[in-house]
């Protein structure tokens, strides 16, 4: 639960380089991360822009590890190209808590790749309560699996997501179970790669996604209606 800053420094040899807990936003800036078992971890919604410029080298888990959370500013928070990937470990939702006025905004970065372990989802806007509303801006990311596990569920665009602030173009998303699952939601979603999913775009029947210059390549099921 504190939020010091840390720059231009080498984390080297270490079980972690810098852990945070859930109240904690470090700002980790320019540092070297060389031969620790894990480099960072940090919770989802304590990055903002707080990791740019590291180098991550020769770490027995080289990416930052991203834990399970609620993005729930009711504003945007930005997770900045960094030198290694996100690897999230846990379902991460993003929505505003309970202010009709306000949206929580996940954007990322062109470049950006996220990894998903096995059973975690990116959740955004909610289901059935519409002051629990959030968005999703992703310009140029690669959304996977992490290495070595099996499909990941897919981001999962809900009735109370903010469709005309959601948004994924130029991305790749791959291997999860559904690339995008659509749930009374009209994101746009175009440009993009949808492959070796089990269905690159779902969508419910109160959903009208708007589905433009992709290609799907071999998905179970490109588009399911």
Sequence with gaps: SSNPTLTNN?????????????????????????ENVRPISVHAQRI????YGNSYIDNDKNYIEVQGDLIGEG???????????????????????NNINHISILKIEPGTEVWFGSGSDLFIGHESNGSYRGALQAEGVTFTRSQGNETWPGIDIRNYAVDD???????????????????????????NIFRYNNDGVEANSGSEPIISNNNFLENNGGIVL
């Design 165 to 191: 602030y959601t948004y994924l173009n130029n991305c790749i998303i791959e291997y999860a179970e559904w690339g995008v699952y659509c749930e009374s939601s009209n994101p746009t979603l175009t440009n």
């Design 10 to 34: 080498i984390f080297r040899y270490n079980t972690d380089g810098v852990d945070s807990d859930a109240g904690a936003i470090p700002k980790i800036l320019n540092n070297t991360f060389l």
């Design 75 to 97: 504003r945007t928070i930005v997770w900045a190209m960094d030198g290694a990937p996100y690897m999230v470990n846990g379902d991460i939702y993003v929505r505003r808590t």
């Design 48 to 51: 903002d822009s707080t990791l």
